[in-house]
């Protein structure tokens, strides 16, 4: 089950450009995943880096949360619920819309509820998207110590969505790595 906040959020373009040694983007299509706080900080230092052929692209930005549990989360509870993550995908994306309608670059917003990898790709096949950006989070204490304990290792997201993606992934660094 996926829902979905509808009204996407265009601006028009301006185009201004970025300073001389910058990454250049040429992808006709952008898919920016914002999985959460650390992960926007990540792709809005990226899109200040950029250079002026980010402004020739047009961006699809993707808030992904979880699907709450249904036993836990039902009738009126669950519209409260689906309300509160809507309004967490909302604050995610708001840094990052903020910076693109700086720069004048046409974005789209999405929020989905719904599993990750499935919503990322979905949404990248939908919007015919050229590349899909994502941030990888720094491994937490716990999923070293599982490592460590179980000689196993519990892959991030970054990772999952670059081995099973159509297009190119950008894997992005968390500024805290």
Do not use: N
């Not at 906040?5 to 952008?30: D, E």
């Not at 792709?43 to 709450?68: E, F, M, Y």
Request: net charge neutral; charged share 25%; glycine share 8%.
């Amino acid at each position: 089950m996926s829902l979905t906040q509808g009204t996407p959020h265009t601006t028009r373009r301006t185009g201004t450009g970025a300073p001389p040694g910058a990454p250049t983007v040429t992808a006709g299509r952008v898919l920016l995943v914002v999985d959460g706080e650390g992960s926007g900080a990540a792709i809005r230092s990226w899109l200040t880096g950029a250079r002026g052929s980010l402004d020739a692209v047009d961006v699809v930005l993707l808030a992904v949360l979880p699907q709450p549990e249904t036993i836990r989360s039902r009738g009126i509870f669950m519209e409260t619920v689906r309300r509160r993550l809507l309004e967490t995908g909302e604050a995610r994306l708001a840094p990052l819309r903020a910076a693109l309608d700086e720069r004048g670059i046409p974005h789209d917003d999405r929020i989905e509820i719904a599993d990750e990898i499935e919503a990322i790709q979905t949404i990248a096949a939908e919007r015919a998207c050229d590349l899909v950006v994502v941030a990888a989070a720094p491994a937490s204490e716990a999923r070293k110590r599982w490592a460590r304990v179980t000689g196993i290792g519990m892959r991030s997201l970054a990772a999952r969505v670059s081995e099973l993606a159509a297009c190119p992934v950008l894997v992005l660094k968390h500024e805290w790595h």
